[in-house]
């Protein structure tokens, strides 16, 4: 399995497009990379949770597309780091209650050896919440499951902004709640963000090639 350093400026449709390329060759590969500004809307998308029209998005060059991944809308901005891991489940005889927890046991550690951050989950709904405030959500995840491939993933917000967040009401919560790790003053230079995808990255892989030897 290999894996890309960070691609920048990348549409959401193109991804879209390339994971259903990687699903026909069942190709593993762990992609990062920042999207433009986009809302997209899964499987248990509520139109409710869309706060502007669409009329509105484009004047502002704001993306919307709707998506076969799990979960409501979300949004993606400049400055957030998103990971998508396409990983061939039937090969590697992985369940995918167990490729979930991978993927999220290795954001976990991964955030906090880079950051000295606590995050958690919450079995209510999706993401990783700050562990001393579990209101404020720093990782969005949806993932998607065809034939035992995985595609789409995690969003961290890193140096993001927010404003996009707050046209929606994402994954059905308060836009208010949404916290990048810029807004709680860490260190998001470049470095951080490579030393954090190096780190994920051998996390993860491990994870999976470790389980791939039982």
């Not at 780091?81 to 954001?107: A, C, E, M, Q, W």
């Not at 969003?155 to 790790?181: E, K, T």
Request: aromatic letters at 12%.
């Amino acid at each position: 399995m290999k894996f890309t350093k960070k691609i920048y400026s990348v549409p959401y449709n193109r991804y879209v497009q390339l994971q259903f390329l990687l699903r026909k060759k069942r190709k593993e590969i762990v992609i990062f990379l920042e999207h433009t500004s986009t809302l997209t809307a899964g499987s248990n998308y509520n139109i409710e949770n869309l706060l502007v029209s669409e009329e509105y998005l484009l004047e502002r060059g704001v993306e919307f597309c709707k998506v076969e991944r799990g979960g409501d809308v979300t949004a993606h901005e400049v400055g957030q780091l998103v990971i998508y891991p396409h990983i061939d489940l039937k090969k590697r005889n992985i369940t995918i209650g167990d490729y979930l927890k991978f993927l999220t046991d290795s954001l976990v550690e991964s955030i906090e050896t880079i950051w000295n951050l606590s995050v958690i989950t919450d079995k209510t709904k999706p993401g990783l919440y700050l562990a001393s405030n579990p209101q404020k959500k720093l990782v969005s995840m949806g993932v998607y499951f065809k034939s035992y491939f995985t595609s789409y993933g995690v969003a961290l917000n890193l140096r993001n902004d927010l404003n996009v967040f707050r046209m929606i009401n994402p994954c059905g919560q308060d836009a208010a709640n949404m916290v990048s790790l810029q807004s709680l003053g860490l260190d998001v230079s470049r470095q951080k963000e490579e030393e954090f995808i190096q780190m994920f990255s051998e996390i993860f892989i491990g994870k999976m090639n470790e389980f791939d030897k039982k």
